[in-house]
T-cell receptor, first 114, second 113 residues
Framework: GDSVTQMEGPVTLSEEAFLTINCTYTATGYPSLFWYVQYPGEGLQLLLKATKADDKGSNKGFEATYRKETTSFHLEKGSVQVSDSAVYFCALSDQGTSYDKVIFGPGTSLSVIP | NAGVTQTPKFQVLKTGQSMTLQCAQDMNHEYMSWYRQDPGMGLRLIHYSVGAGITDQGEVPNGYNVSRSTTEDFPLRLLSAAPSQTSVYFC????????????FGSGTRLTVV
């Protein structure tokens, strides 16, 4: 079945450091890919998305490119801030079914220290 | 503010008790779903609904019931609580396809002792 794998955390970075969180997926069809972010004590929020190969999703300085050849959707940010501390979830949605269920990865916790 | 409202935020149950987790949204979203979040496992789909009167099972439905009598409300019922149901529960809604993105509630932290 479809699945999402993320790099294990927690990840700790200093402010202004470069961030990469790796995400790879397995899907039978042509999924859409997402990154969600969960701040402490809150529900998940959609951060960015990409719907087809080579699409780049971007939001709030974060970027991710849909790489079909490597089945990857790595999240990047050039300069992280303390306010970026959160848990990041990679997810996919395969529209091959009657209800496009979203499958989430296990999440990667990010802590940014001043 | 518009969004997904979940109640209660925290709950402690004894094994065998039943309870209902409430979820309401005021965005006129057709799709609603319940997830549970456990450490190291991400979010797993319990039940979902594509409209009033229509529900279906997700990945981990055992021990839970749902109903969708209105577009706004999607309650999750625990029939006989077990310690394995200790988790954080999230309700989510979307306008239609997942491509529009889900809006999540702030969660219910449930402990079964």
């Amino acid at each position: 079945g479809d699945s999402v794998t993320q790099m294990e955390g927690p990840v700790t970075l200093s402010e202004e450091a470069f961030l990469t969180i790796n995400c790879t997926y397995t899907a039978t069809g042509y999924p859409s890919l997402f990154w969600y972010v969960q701040y402490p004590g809150e529900g998940l929020q959609l951060l960015l998305k990409a719907t087809k190969a080579d699409d780049k999703g971007s939001n709030k300085g974060f970027e991710a490119t849909y790489r079909k050849e490597t089945t990857s959707f790595h999240l990047e940010k050039g300069s992280v801030q303390v306010s970026d501390s959160a848990v990041y979830f990679c997810a996919l949605s395969d529209q091959g079914t009657s209800y496009d269920k979203v499958i989430f990865g296990p999440g990667t916790s990010l802590s940014v220290i001043p | 503010n518009a969004g997904v409202t979940q109640t209660p935020k925290f709950q402690v149950l004894k094994t065998g008790q039943s309870m209902t987790l409430q979820c309401a949204q005021d965005m006129n979203h057709e799709y609603m779903s319940w997830y549970r979040q456990d450490p190291g496992m991400g979010l797993r789909l319990i039940h979902y609904s594509v409209g009033a009167g229509i529900t279906d099972q997700g990945e981990v439905p055992n021990g839970y019931n749902v109903s969708r009598s209105t577009t706004e409300d999607f309650p999750l019922r625990l029939l006989s609580a077990a310690p394995s149901q200790t988790s954080v529960y999230f309700c989510a809604s979307s306008y239609g396809s997942a491509l529009y993105g889900y809006t999540f509630g702030s969660g219910t932290r449930l402990t079964v002792v």
